[in-house]
Structure formats: structure tokens, C-alpha cells
């Protein structure tokens, strides 16, 4: 008897102490006092946090399983005054849970969790992060910081799920979800963008999502492809480094938005897609037009390296600048397309392309290509060019030193400049090009040249005008020099030349050089056909000729 008495007070004395241990758990502890000495919150445990709390000359460690719930208006501040760590490191099966004490909690419900200056190797990993921001501020925000943050959950942000200032940004950033924000899921400056990881899943509406602001980029790094698009604020440098865009990344800027790439130092620009995924750069307009953006320009610093395969440049040009332009530079171009550009697709301004093929230039507001003289040649194959009536390649001053070969396009070259051909220059057969009043051929001037100009019967070489309604002399000509020799066109039309007072002036006009001319047409010159002094050897046959002012052939015999 007296032995079941003793299970008996035994059996009672443990569920007491038990339901001891379980109230013991459940009871909230309340911080409502800066933490200044070094503090761990314990596992299974509730913490409520009032007003604003900061950590600081510390380390706050947060152990697996622990809750901590915020008042109205309350607020977690890390190393603002003095170097502090938070090590807030979940589990999967244990994570920590940072939300709101309110019965029914909405967006903003708290302030949120603030990392200052002086927060030094702080760590968040398997937290939940529920209900909080404010109309200015994220739910997590870091200010001239970095933080490990990964394999952690946002909700229901008031505005943004993570706000960078400047100078933050993360040692680790990977296997994190940000849904149901106000906002973007993210806001940073560009020079950290680069510290975003990888198996990040945001959700937010379509015209949201990583929100960039402007900044220099330099080093050497890596723009990750995510599953929502970089929203652009403003002019981004890129110097001093190497810059790699992964395939399938999208970019949308806004009306300020462009890419400056080598303006100060050497720099190095890969954004190479594939087929399956291009890199898009377009404006973050709802209703997109022709210049909602600035576009892309390489300067003097970036280097022969970098390259552009398979993007996509849609709705640049603003203010009438090219989508693209280079400036004393070169860049490998190739598979790509632009289309509604304001103004041009592509400027170079003594600058080249090391490969430029199987590109797509469409619906723009003026030429697709504007390039010198002396780099057309490097302009490649396969390339479709869609222009308004008079347009096309828009052809500037440059001296043609070296072998070179203008290939026949889709569309004509369109030529306002006096281009000098001191080496040999060929244009190939279907040729079309259009000259204003200014345009003119200079061959061998200054040193040997030869210009060869062989069309067929179904592919003549046309020089003609470029005025949309041309009359006889509506440019000047082929002017051919003593350091010209062995020149020879065949198979083409010369059109509308004839352009200026002197006597000799011609379609084709030779002085002390050996040329020679067959199967081509001449017709509506303002002066000769083909005009050649005593010093020169003219061979010709099969030429026609028709409504050439001074005469068909003329021949200077003093």
C-alpha cells in the first residue's frame, strides 16, 4: 500500500514539474533594452521585442527554433554605434522566425532588422522574415556592410524584401525567397550586384524586381542570371576589370538608364548568350518606344576582348544617340539584334569590330550602321539590315590603308565624305552605293592603290545618288591618281555624277593612272562620262552611255 502512495506522489510530482517546464517555454521574454554585452537568445523560446533595439560593442547570438516577435513600430539595429556580430543561424527543420506580435499581422506590421557600418561578420541563414519594412525601408536593410545571408524566407514586405545602401552588400547570398514585397524583392547599388548568388527565388509582379542603383562596377565579376530582371536606375560605369553576363539575364533601365564600359580604365565587357538564352537589354517602360533609353557605349578603355553574342537591344537611343556606340575602340558583335532605336543602331567613331556576323538590325530611326571608312571591312556576313528609305550603312571619313573588301549588304552604303583608298580596296559584286553631294572616291592620292570594282550582269556594282529625287551632278565622282594603277571596273552603273565647275569633271576621272572600264553604264553626269589626262592609259569596251553633259569619253591631250 505504502508503495503505491509513493508511485502515486511520484506520478504527481512529474507532471507538475513538467507542466512547469512547458509554461516555462512558452512564456515571452521581453527586450526592450539595448544589448551591449554578449547575449544568446535560446532555442524553443520567445522573444518580444519593443521599440527600437540595438546591438552594438557585441555579438547577439540566435539560436535554431528561437521566435522573435516585434511590436508595432519596433525595430533590430546592428553595429550602429560601436562593431557588433548578429549570428542568427537556423536549421531547416529549426528555422528562426522574425515577425510581427499582432494578433493579424499585415505589411509593416514592425520596422524590420537594420546591419550599420560597424556590424562585422554578421550571419543570417534559415530565418523567416514576416510583415515587415516601411514605405522607405526594407524589411532587411544594410547600410555600408556586408552580411551572410542565405537559405532564408521574406514575406509580406511593406516595400522592399532587402534595401542596400551604398557600399553593402554580401559575402554569401544564396537559396533565399522574397515573395509578396510592395516592391522590388531587392534594392542595391551596381557595384554589388555581382554579390547576389545563386537558386534565389523572387516574387514579385511583372514590372518589379532587382532593383539597380547607379554606380561604378570594376573587378572582376559576374552578373548572375536570375529569374526576374534588373531594374536600372540611371548611368552605370564599368572600368578596370572584367565584367561577365551570364546567358538569359534581362536588364530593363529607365530613362536615364545607360552602360558606359571603359571610360577610365581597362575593361573588359563579355556578354555572351546562346541561342536559347539571350541577354535582353530593353526599358523598363510599360509602353516601350523608339530611345526609352540610352543604350550602351565602349570607350577608348575597353579592350579588343570584349564581345557580344546573342543579346538583345531593344528601345534604346534616347535623345538621338545610337543604341550602340564606340568610341576608339573594337568589339566582337555577332548573333545579335537590335530594333527601335531612335536614331542609329550601331555608331563607331574610329572604332572596328573584330567579328561582326549573323546580326539583326531592325525597325530604327536611321541608319543601322555608322562606321569609317577604313573599318566597313570588318563588317562580317549574314547580317540582316532593315531600314527606312534612305538609309542604310553610313559611311564617314577614313583613309583606307591596308587590303579591304566591302561586302554586298541588304542594303546600300550610304557615302556624304571623301573616302581615300591608299591601299587596295574591292568591292564585291551587288554592291550598292549612294553618294550626297559631298561624296567622292579618292584613289591612290598619297600611295599605290588599286580600286576593283567587278559586278556581273545579274550583279552590277551601282554608284549613284543618294538624294531621294537626283538629278545630274547630284555628287562628284571616282577620282582616279598617278599612284593609282591596274584599277578596273566591271559590270557597273554610274549614276548622277558630275558634281562641281571644272572642265574635267566625271563619273570617273583619271589623272597619270592606268585603269580600265567594260560593261558598265554611264548615265545623267553633270559633266564626262570618263574623263583621263595625257599621262593616263584608259582601257574600256561595252561601256554605254546616256545624257552625260560634256560627252562620253574626254580626253586631255595636253
Known amino acids: 500500500m505504502k508503495l503505491n502512495r509513493i508511485f502515486i506522489l511520484a506520478a504527481i510530482f512529474t507532471a507538475f514539474f513538467t507542466s512547469c517546464e512547458l509554461e516555462d517555454e512558452l512564456v515571452s521574454t521581453i527586450i526592450k533594452d539595448d544589448i551591449t554585452t554578449t547575449t544568446t537568445w535560446e532555442s524553443g523560446k520567445v522573444y518580444v521585442i519593443q521599440g527600437s533595439i540595438s546591438v552594438d560593442n557585441t555579438?547577439?547570438?540566435?539560436?535554431?527554433?528561437?521566435?522573435?516577435?516585434?511590436?508595432?513600430?519596433?525595430?533590430?539595429?546592428?553595429?550602429?554605434?560601436?562593431?557588433?556580430?548578429?549570428?542568427?543561424?537556423?536549421?531547416?527543420e529549426k528555422p528562426i522566425i522574425f515577425t510581427s506580435n499582432a494578433s493579424t499581422p499585415s505589411a509593416g506590421a514592425w520596422e524590420g532588422i537594420t546591419f550599420w557600418s560597424h556590424s562585422l561578420n554578421s550571419s543570417m541563414k534559415y530565418c523567416s522574415v514576416k510583415f515587415a519594412g516601411t514605405t522607405s525601408k526594407g524589411a532587411v536593410n544594410i547600410n555600408d556592410a556586408m552580411i551572410t545571408f542565405?537559405?532564408?524566407?521574406?514575406?509580406?514586405?511593406?516595400?522592399?524584401?532587402?534595401?542596400?545602401?551604398?557600399?553593402?552588400?554580401?559575402?554569401e547570398m544564396n537559396n533565399n525567397t522574397i515573395e509578396d514585397c510592395g516592391s522590388h524583392p531587392i534594392r542595391l547599388h551596381a557595384a554589388y550586384m555581382h554579390t547576389i548568388g545563386t537558386g534565389n527565388t523572387f516574387t514579385c509582379p511583372d514590372d518589379k524586381g532587382v532593383n539597380i542603383?547607379?554606380?561604378?562596377?570594376?573587378?572582376?565579376?559576374?552578373?548572375?542570371?536570375?529569374?526576374?530582371?534588373?531594374?536600372?536606375?540611371?548611368?552605370?560605369?564599368?572600368?578596370?576589370?572584367?565584367?561577365?553576363?551570364?546567358?538569359?539575364?534581362?536588364?530593363?533601365?529607365?530613362?536615364?538608364?545607360?552602360?558606359?564600359?571603359?571610360?577610365?580604365?581597362?575593361t573588359t565587357f563579355i556578354a555572351n548568350g546562346n541561342s536559347a538564352e539571350k541577354i535582353l537589354f530593353t526599358t523598363s517602360a510599360a509602353s516601350p518606344s523608339a530611345g526609352s533609353w540610352a543604350g550602351l557605349h565602349f570607350w577608348d578603355d575597353n579592350l579588343a576582348t570584349s564581345s557580344m553574342t546573342y543579346c538583345e537591344v531593344a528601345y534604346a537611343g534616347k535623345s538621338s544617340v545610337s543604341a550602340i556606340k564606340l568610341n576608339s575602340t573594337s568589339l566582337t558583335f555577332s548573333n545579335n539584334s537590335i530594333h527601335h532605336a531612335m536614331s542609329?543602331?550601331?555608331?563607331?567613331?574610329?572604332?572596328?569590330?573584330?567579328?561582326?556576323?549573323?546580326?539583326?538590325?531592325?525597325?530604327?530611326?536611321?541608319?543601322?550602321?555608322?562606321?569609317?571608312?577604313?573599318?566597313?571591312?570588318?563588317?562580317g556576313t549574314g547580317n540582316v539590315f532593315t531600314c527606312g528609305a534612305g538609309y542604310g550603312i553610313d559611311v564617314t571619313y577614313g583613309d583606307i590603308t591596308s587590303a579591304s573588301t566591302w561586302k554586298k549588304l541588304v542594303v546600300p552604303y550610304y557615302i556624304n565624305v571623301s573616302v581615300n583608298v591608299n591601299g587596295n580596296l574591292t568591292i564585291q559584286p551587288g554592291s550598292i552605293l549612294k553618294f550626297g553631294a559631298d561624296g567622292k572616291i579618292h584613289v591612290g592620292y598619297y600611295q599605290n592603290a588599286v580600286l576593283t570594282a567587278n559586278g556581273?550582269?545579274?550583279?552590277?556594282?551601282?554608284?549613284?545618288?543618294?538624294?531621294?529625287?537626283?538629278?545630274?551632278?547630284?555628287?562628284?565622282?571616282?577620282?582616279?591618281?598617278?599612284?593609282?594603277?591596274?584599277?578596273?571596273?566591271?559590270?557597273?552603273?554610274?549614276?548622277?555624277?558630275?558634281?562641281?565647275?571644272?572642265?574635267?569633271r566625271a563619273a570617273i576621272m583619271a589623272i597619270g593612272s592606268n585603269f580600265?572600264?567594260?560593261?558598265?553604264?554611264?548615265?545623267?553626269?553633270?559633266?564626262?562620262?570618263?574623263?583621263?589626262?595625257?599621262?593616263s592609259t584608259l582601257t574600256q569596251s561595252g561601256n554605254t552611255f546616256e545624257s552625260c553633259a560634256f560627252g562620253d569619253i574626254g580626253f586631255d591631250t595636253k
Open 516 to 535: 580600265s572600264v567594260t560593261n558598265s553604264k554611264f548615265k545623267n553626269s553633270d559633266g564626262w562620262g570618263i574623263y583621263y589626262d595625257a599621262y
Open 344 to 379: 542609329k543602331g550601331m555608331e563607331l567613331d574610329e572604332s572596328e569590330f573584330v567579328e561582326m556576323n549573323n546580326n539583326t538590325i531592325e525597325n530604327v530611326g536611321s541608319h543601322a550602321v555608322e562606321i569609317p571608312a577604313n573599318y566597313v571591312h570588318t563588317i
Open 456 to 504: 556581273t550582269t545579274t550583279e552590277p556594282i551601282i554608284f549613284t545618288s543618294s538624294a531621294s529625287s537626283p538629278a545630274a551632278g547630284a555628287w562628284e565622282g571616282i577620282y582616279l591618281w598617278d599612284n593609282s594603277n591596274s584599277s578596273n571596273f566591271n559590270y557597273c552603273e554610274f549614276l548622277y555624277a558630275g558634281n562641281g565647275s571644272a572642265d574635267d
Open 59 to 92: 555579438t547577439l547570438t540566435i539560436q535554431p527554433g528561437t521566435r522573435i516577435e516585434f511590436e508595432a513600430g519596433a525595430s533590430l539595429h546592428i553595429g550602429y554605434y560601436g562593431n557588433a556580430t548578429l549570428i542568427a543561424n537556423g536549421t531547416a
Open 213 to 266: 542603383v547607379s554606380d561604378d562596377v570594376t573587378g572582376n565579376i559576374t552578373w548572375k542570371k536570375l529569374n526576374k530582371p534588373y531594374y536600372v536606375e540611371g548611368s552605370i560605369d564599368i572600368d578596370n576589370g572584367t565584367l561577365t553576363i551570364e546567358p538569359g539575364a534581362v536588364f530593363k533601365f529607365n530613362s536615364d538608364g545607360v552602360l558606359h564600359i571603359g571610360y577610365y580604365n581597362n
Open 150 to 171: 542565405s537559405n532564408n524566407l521574406i514575406q509580406n514586405a511593406k516595400l522592399y524584401g532587402l534595401l542596400l545602401d551604398d557600399g553593402a552588400g554580401f559575402t
